[in-house]
């Protein structure tokens, strides 16, 4: 047990020490004021937080139905299907995007923000319909029937009976593909267009270059919306956990 | 009120791919009476629920009320609520916006929904509860409010998906005179799906037992405990001792009882109409008796349980009053004595009505 | 009892297929049927590339100089997963047992670093590893490699070995103890055997990507170190020899496929086990 404590300990610093080293540079007022300053990199920021929203709402709707999709497929299709679906988790990043790159060009398709959402909607995809599948299995039917049963049309059946139960599930996904993409450097690198300057681009080329603190600042802010994103979900699921 | 279903039958393929569902059933139930669906798992009693709350349809029968088709009504319309083994609460709506949703479906007027749902709170006492969170309710708590919220367009029939299931013991108890209480009060029907008999036989005025998607015997928690039409029945509700002609020989006592001539007869008693005496204790006139040895025994707080052993080989369960000592330990003969008014011949040909 | 499954009967299964079909046909189908057919082609000495149907482009992967790179690439990848299945297997298991608060705080403890930039974490490292810690000097070398991509690929091990093991009866290692077992039994003969498909999942999830990994043997092992990853970038984007990366980027989907089809016989045999 004293064993067990020590490797976790352990581990924990191992992830953490070199995280807070380096972002503790951002810890200046010299941060904040050149991160508000480089309009480039806030450029950047705006252009990959819609990116992030656009691709993240297509991958939702597109994972929904998906995931409504496959319950009523003969066990053999779904079952290929959901292998298929683990290709882009499997697969090393870099041949997806170079994939990816030469079917661009092979189709003659422009470089540009069509072939970034697209390509940001196709690795979000996979993410988005298993959390919907998870969703969807734990769907209590009943609710259905008793809002039918006190007369309820199909549309306030949808509104009271399944898109309340929906919603976590909804939520988690568009959270998940915005994080996805937000954070996704070398697919975009492959797929972008000569005008499209995305956060991770634009940071890459930064600490290449080894310029500035305001990418440690912007970074630590994001870090700070990411625990907070982490901390409110796990707030959530003690509230469902009380419930039942 | 007067619920008339006949020939009703619903089939599908279950995931094991075995039929299941409904294969028959003919049945007449009176206004304001509680009926019980009693049977295991499979047994189609479930099926029957949905089809009579419209959320499957029949692939043949007819279900009419006061003579009206009802399949050919809408099953919203219908007048028959539902309230689920979950209760099936909104979670994100109130306690209130729950109990009179299908009064805001049917788009009444804030007056009429003030004056219903006073109404349905007084009755089932869910008042108090207005305030809080569905989420922060107790299971008892739920299902009042399940029951506000079906009863609350006055149904003339009430399905309860089993209702006492997911209670505890005190709870239980509280709840099955709750349920009492409002039929009483309403006058509605309530039918009840359940596979727990102990349930059935306190809520009921009479218990449908289904098998196979068959209703097998009808009848009044009494008639189904003492005159089983079967063996399946007997053995489903309460524990049944069996035995055959070839007990007979060892019998003591007023032979004459027995009727002549029972081929393969089976005859069946109840655990507690058989009394453990001393070998040799005299019989009265209308009573048998047959040795036996105790094997086990095992001491309830209500009653003594006693497993004996007759000279043919079979074992019995008998059960003796808690308050009396111990009639026999292991290894004791003794005289196992019943009245015979108490045993119930399995061959006989009178269905109870 | 099967309820009816449909919810609002007006949905049709075959508009709601469309979405997947496109993915399939417009993110995969698509785009490695092109890279397949690139794979049979052959890149000529003055840089164009002819169209005649070949297996040159896989022959050529077997040269050493190829072969090479890719078997470093699967010793690294391997040592990777090694070393994050031994760090995971007990951090999870203790993850597992923790109550209450304990619990979701290890738990973010272990989300919280993947909620922050990938590049922010490997320059982390980098920015680390230049400190020289214990002494050693581990930037642009391949144990330094090997640091960083344990610690980027640590989390992803962790969490379904985590998720596995919560789901586990604590009791059975209780009872197990009770007859008779000693600690090294407990987690050769039970642990281990209960969440195999588990652990083959943690292991793929990190094997795979790990031999392709490209951004960071680049920036932590520098261009003194080749892998399949930066062998890829400078096949495509700088010697321009399309066949020859797809012939290799190929046999990495044939990789990922076989790998999925161990990893579904490992589920459907543990769905059948009840486990």
């Given amino acids: ?244 | 009120m007067f619920l008339e279903i006949q020939g009703l039958r619903k089939i599908f393929i279950d995931s094991d791919g075995n039929e299941a569902g409904l294969a028959q059933l003919d049945l007449e139930i009176a206004e304001g009476e509680g009926f019980s669906l009693l049977g295991p798992s499979g047994c189609g009693k479930t099926t029957t629920l949905r089809l009579l709350g419209g959320f499957e349809t029949p692939d043949a029968g007819s279900i009419r009320l006061h003579g009206k088709d009802l399949l050919k009504v809408a099953p919203h319309k219908r007048p028959i609520r539902t309230v689920f083994q979950k209760y099936a609460l909104f979670p994100h709506l109130s306690v209130f916006e729950n109990i009179v949703f299908s009064l805001r479906m049917s788009q009444k007027s804030e007056a009429e929904i003030k004056m219903a749902s006073d109404e349905i709170l007084e009755l089932t006492e869910t008042r108090h509860l207005l305030k809080r969170p569905v989420g922060m309710l107790s299971g008892g708590e739920q299902q009042r409010v399940a029951l506000a919220r079906a009863l609350i367009s006055d149904p003339e029939i009430l399905l309860l998906d089993e209702p006492l299931s997911a209670l505890d013991l005190k709870l239980r108890e509280k709840m099955q005179m709750e349920l009492l209480r409002l039929r009483k009060k309403l006058g509605s029907s309530f039918i009840f799906v359940t596979h727990d008999q102990s349930e059935a036989m306190v809520l009921s005025d009479r218990i449908g037992i289904m098998n196979n998607g068959r209703l097998v015997q009808i009848g009044s928690p009494q008639e189904i405990y003492r005159r089983p039409t079967s063996h399946f029945v007997a053995t489903f509700v309460g524990t049944a001792n069996f035995f055959g002609t070839e007990l007979t020989p060892h019998m003591s006592g007023n032979l004459e009882l027995l009727p002549p001539k029972q081929f393969n007869a089976i005859w069946m008693l109840r655990p507690e109409s058989i009394d453990l005496r001393p070998l040799g204790s005299s019989l009265r006139e209308n009573e048998l008796g047959v040795p036996v040895r105790v094997i086990d025994t095992a001491f309830m707080g209500q009653e003594w349980l006693s497993k004996v052993q007759d000279p043919t080989g079979a074992t019995h369960l008998v059960k003796t009053p808690g308050h009396e000592p111990l009639p026999g330990q292991d290894g004791a003969e003794l005289l196992m004595k019943w009245e015979y008014d108490d045993t119930w011949s399995l061959q006989n040909e009178n269905s109870p009505a | ?275």
């Fill in chain 3, 1 to 275: 009892m099967v309820a009816s499954k449909r919810k609002l009967p007006s949905l049709n299964t075959t508009l709601l297929v469309i979405p997947l079909y496109a993915w399939i046909i417009g993110f995969l189908v698509g785009p490695f049927v092109i890279l397949s057919l690139f794979s049979f082609n052959t890149r000529l000495p003055d840089g164009t590339t002819s169209t005649a149907l070949s297996l040159e482009a896989y022959r050529r992967l077997l040269d050493p100089l190829y072969l090479g790179i890719i078997l470093r690439s699967l010793a690294l990848a391997l040592a990777n997963t090694v070393l994050c299945l031994l760090l995971a297997f007990p951090t999870a298991y203790l993850m597992a047992r923790l109550r209450g608060p304990q619990k979701a705080l290890a738990l973010s403890l272990i989300l919280i670093p993947l909620a922050t930039s990938f590049l922010i974490r490997i320059f982390a490292v980098m920015d680390f590893l230049r400190l020289k810690p214990f002494g050693l000097d581990g930037l642009y070398t391949v144990p330094g490699i090997l640091f960083a991509l344990c610690y980027n690929y640590l989390p992803y091990a962790i969490l379904p070995l985590y998720a596995s093991f919560q789901r586990q009866d604590p009791r059975l290692l209780e009872a197990a103890a009770d007859l008779g077992a000693s600690r090294r039994q407990l987690v050769t003969r039970i642990l281990i055997p209960l969440h195999k498909s588990a652990i083959f999942s943690a292991a793929l999830f990190v094997f795979i990507p790990s031999t392709g990994e490209y951004l960071v043997p680049a920036l932590v092992g520098g261009s003194r170190q080749f892998f399949i990853g930066n062998f890829l970038q400078n096949q495509f984007l700088t010697a321009r020899n399309w066949p020859l990366g797809s012939a290799l980027i190929v046999l990495l989907l044939f990789l990922t496929l076989l790998g999925l089809r161990q990893l579904r016989r490992y589920e459907s045999f543990s769905t059948r086990k009840g486990a």
């Fill in chain 1, 1 to 244: 047990m004293r064993l067990l404590s020590a490797v976790f300990t352990g581990v924990i610093i191992f992830l953490w020490l070199p995280l807070v080293l380096t972002l503790r540079k951002g810890l200046s007022l010299e941060g904040v004021d050149r991160l508000l300053a480089n309009h480039d990199l806030l450029s950047s920021l705006q252009q990959s937080l819609l990116l992030a929203g656009a691709s993240a709402v297509i991958a939702t709707a597109m994972g929904t139905l998906t995931a409504l999709a496959l319950p009523r497929l003969s066990k053999a299709w779904r079952g290929r299907f959901e292998t298929l679906l683990l290709v882009p988790l499997l697969l090393p990043e870099i041949a997806l995007g170079l994939a990816l790159l030469v079917w661009f060009v092979k189709i003659g398709a422009n470089f540009g923000w069509g072939t970034l959402i697209a390509g940001h909607v196709g690795f979000s995809f996979t993410y988005a319909t298993l959390v919907m599948k998870a969703n969807i299995e734990s769907l209590d039917r009943s609710l259905i029937d008793a809002a039918r049963d006190l007369g309820a049309p199909n549309r306030a059946v949808f509104r009271h009976a399944l898109l309340p139960q929906l919603l976590p599930g909804l939520i988690a996904s568009f959270a998940t593909a915005f994080a996805l993409s937000l954070d996704d450097f070398l697919i975009s690198f492959f797929i972008k267009g000569m005008d499209q300057v995305t956060l991770p681009i634009k940071i890459f080329s930064m600490l290449r270059l080894s310029v500035g603190v305001e990418i440690y600042t912007l970074s630590l802010f994001l870090c700070g919306i990411s625990i907070l994103g982490v901390l409110v979900s796990q707030l959530c699921f003690k509230k469902n956990r009380s419930r039942s």
